[in-house]
């Protein structure tokens, strides 16, 4: 970053001195003003509950264009990387920089291959739950419990340790999420098979059976390879914002992760996907496109606490691109599997067409998310509704770690402590027990 032209000066209408604070340019986006020293300077903080205008650090992985609906992963655009680049590759240019030549990508892949079976002890931990326990309850767990098998590799400040850390996250995660999937359906596991794609293979683990040779199917394995390049990283988003909190504290990388998968649980961040399929089921189960009328009028009214799942963004005020090429995929998906005519997706874009019409939503910029097609294609494929956060989760990995791993690397970063407008009792004295 680069100090700005222009400064900021902070003047006090009770004659307090006015103070000077720098003002700092990124490469694309919008300057920063440095309050860093405003405390010290004025022994005032700054108030933004929700960070709506707060930079908590500078970041060249992920740049998103809210206005534009535009979202780049280290500059390239998500169109392109949908289209002409696998997730593997997109791992290696989030954690790297660049896009891998041949050889790099040849290396990665296979690297990445080599560390996709669990300690056979984590099968263990799985026993522990219920066969009905929440899937994202199970990972946040699994994830953690990582830690408890890499000494080798938790010094975070150790970029080695850093390194094989990613790979072995990114590596296992389908195997783990496909685990707690087997595990609720009562069938085996299923151990992962070097010869596949990164897709391939967690489709086998996922619906593969030791019963019978399972194919892969390309345009599923395609599909979700997609959602995983969509889902890989976004700017410093709740999740992200948690592994960089967690991580701050010097912790291990398998724990702030962990701590990245429970806090995209919430339905206002990754468990929205999940919220937006049970929406469409609710709306289709009391009528279907007829309904949509007065469930738009529900959301409306905000006696109602109903929101249109899937639909707004903190930072999007135009349509998510990454929407728009879930769409795409949804429409691949159903044609691939005959189910075209699936009246979930003809209920979700009628349901569209009618919200981008109406002036609540056209006045608040609230356009579909990446959430709000995602579950119909995961759902196509076969994948349970109460998985869909934990695959968001799989493909957020790469992005977490990227993040964190940027963070760490950078020398001025300290651990993260915010402050508080402190509005409760004054000092005051226990009362004796008979006088309270
Ligand atoms: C993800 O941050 C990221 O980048 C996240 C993510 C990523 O890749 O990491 O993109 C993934 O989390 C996508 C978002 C998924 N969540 C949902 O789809 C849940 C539904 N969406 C909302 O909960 C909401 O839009 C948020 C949480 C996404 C954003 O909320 P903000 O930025 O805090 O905005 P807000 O709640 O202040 O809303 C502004 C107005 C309010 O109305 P008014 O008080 O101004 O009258 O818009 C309304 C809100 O009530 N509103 C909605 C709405 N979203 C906002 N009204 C109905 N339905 C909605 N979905």
Same mark, same amino acid.
């Given at each position: 970053?680069?100090?700005?032209?222009?400064? !900021?000066?902070?003047?006090?209408?009770?004659? =307090?001195?006015?103070?000077?604070?720098?003002?700092?340019?990124?490469?694309?986006?919008?300057?920063?003003?440095?309050?860093?020293?405003?405390?010290?300077?004025?022994?005032?903080?700054?108030?933004?509950?929700?960070?709506?205008?707060?930079?908590?650090?500078? =970041?060249?992985?992920?740049?998103?264009?809210?206005?534009?609906?535009?979202?780049?992963?280290?500059?390239?655009?998500?169109?392109?990387? !949908?289209?002409?680049?696998?997730?593997?590759?997109?791992? *290696?240019?989030?954690?790297?920089?660049?896009?891998?030549?041949?050889?790099?990508?040849?290396?990665?892949?296979?690297?990445?291959?080599?560390?996709?079976?669990?300690?056979?002890?984590?099968?263990?931990?799985?026993?522990?739950?219920?066969?009905?326990?929440?899937?994202?309850?199970?990972?946040?767990?699994?994830?953690?419990?990582?830690?408890?098998?890499?000494?080798?590799?938790?010094?975070?400040?150790?970029?080695?340790?850093?390194?094989?850390?990613?790979?072995?996250?990114?590596?296992?995660?389908?195997?783990?999420? !496909?685990?707690?999937?087997?595990?609720?359906?009562?069938?085996?596991?299923?151990?992962?098979?070097?010869?596949?794609?990164?897709?391939?293979?967690?489709?086998?683990?996922?619906?593969?059976?030791?019963?019978?040779? *399972?194919?892969?199917?390309?345009?599923?394995?395609?599909?979700?390879?997609?959602?995983?390049?969509?889902?890989?990283?976004?700017?410093?988003? !709740?999740?992200?914002?948690?592994?960089?909190?967690?991580? =701050? =504290?010097?912790?291990?990388?398998?724990?702030?992760?962990?701590?990245?998968?429970?806090?995209?649980?919430?339905?206002?961040?990754?468990?929205?996907?999940?919220?937006?399929?049970?929406?469409?089921?609710?709306?289709?189960?009391?009528?279907?496109?007829?309904?949509?009328?007065?469930?738009?009028?529900?959301?409306?009214?905000?006696?109602?606490?109903?929101?249109?799942?899937?639909?707004?963004?903190?930072?999007?005020?135009?349509?998510?691109?990454?929407?728009?090429?879930?769409?795409?995929?949804?429409?691949?998906?159903?044609?691939?599997?005959?189910?075209?005519?699936?009246?979930?997706?003809?209920?979700?874009?009628?349901?569209?067409?009618?919200?981008?019409?109406?002036?609540?939503?056209?006045?608040?910029?609230?356009?579909?998310?990446?959430?709000?097609?995602?579950?119909?294609?995961?759902?196509?494929?076969?994948?349970?509704?109460?998985?869909?956060?934990?695959?968001?989760?799989?493909?957020?990995?790469?992005?977490?770690?990227?993040?964190?791993?940027?963070?760490?690397?950078?020398?001025?970063?300290?651990?993260?402590?915010?402050?508080?407008?402190?509005?409760?009792?004054?000092?005051?004295?226990?009362?004796?027990?008979?006088?309270?």
């Amino acid at each position: 970053m680069k100090l700005a032209d222009n400064k !900021a000066t902070l003047s006090f209408s009770n004659g =307090s001195p006015s103070v000077d604070l720098p003002v700092y340019q990124g490469s694309i986006g919008p300057d920063v003003i440095d309050i860093r020293k405003l405390y010290a300077q004025t022994g005032m903080f700054t108030y933004d509950p929700g960070f709506l205008s707060t930079a908590a650090t500078q =970041s060249a992985i992920t740049y998103i264009d809210g206005d534009k609906g535009e979202l780049l992963y280290r500059g390239y655009p998500i169109e392109q990387l !949908a289209t002409q680049c696998d997730y593997l590759d997109t791992c *290696y240019l989030l954690l790297n920089g660049e896009l891998p030549n041949e050889t790099q990508r040849t290396d990665f892949h296979k690297l990445v291959t080599n560390h996709t079976m669990v300690n056979e002890q984590m099968q263990f931990f799985l026993r522990g739950f219920r066969r009905d326990a929440h899937p994202m309850a199970v990972l946040t767990g699994l994830v953690g419990a990582l830690s408890a098998f890499y000494h080798d590799s938790t010094d975070i400040n150790n970029p080695q340790h850093r390194e094989i850390a990613a790979i072995r996250l990114i590596a296992k995660m389908p195997t783990l999420v !496909a685990m707690a999937y087997k595990y609720g359906m009562g069938q085996p596991y299923m151990y992962p098979q070097n010869n596949l794609s990164y897709a391939g293979n967690f489709l086998r683990m996922m619906f593969g059976t030791p019963c019978e040779e *399972y194919k892969v199917n390309p345009v599923l394995e395609r599909a979700l390879d997609r959602i995983f390049i969509l889902h890989a990283d976004h700017e410093q988003n !709740a999740s992200t914002s948690t592994v960089r909190l967690c991580g =701050s =504290s010097g912790t291990n990388p398998f724990a702030a992760i962990a701590a990245g998968v429970a806090c995209l649980w919430g339905p206002a961040h990754g468990g929205a996907n999940e919220a937006a399929l049970n929406m469409l089921h609710d709306i289709q189960a009391q009528g279907g496109v007829e309904k949509i009328g007065e469930f738009i009028k529900q959301v409306k009214d905000k006696n109602s606490g109903v929101k249109l799942m899937g639909f707004g963004h903190r930072v999007y005020k135009n349509y998510d691109p990454r929407a728009k090429l879930m769409q795409e995929t949804c429409n691949e998906v159903l044609a691939e599997l005959g189910l075209e005519k699936d009246p979930l997706f003809k209920l979700a874009k009628e349901l569209e067409k009618i919200a981008l019409e109406d002036d609540y939503f056209v006045q608040r910029k609230l356009y579909p998310n990446v959430d709000f097609y995602s579950g119909i294609v995961q759902r196509a494929i076969g994948i349970p509704v109460n998985l869909f956060t934990g695959i968001f989760a799989l493909a957020r990995t790469v992005g977490w770690i990227a993040q964190l791993n940027e963070m760490i690397g950078d020398p001025e970063y300290k651990i993260g402590r915010p402050r508080q407008l402190f509005t409760g009792s004054e000092r005051r004295d226990v009362p004796a027990l008979d006088k309270r």
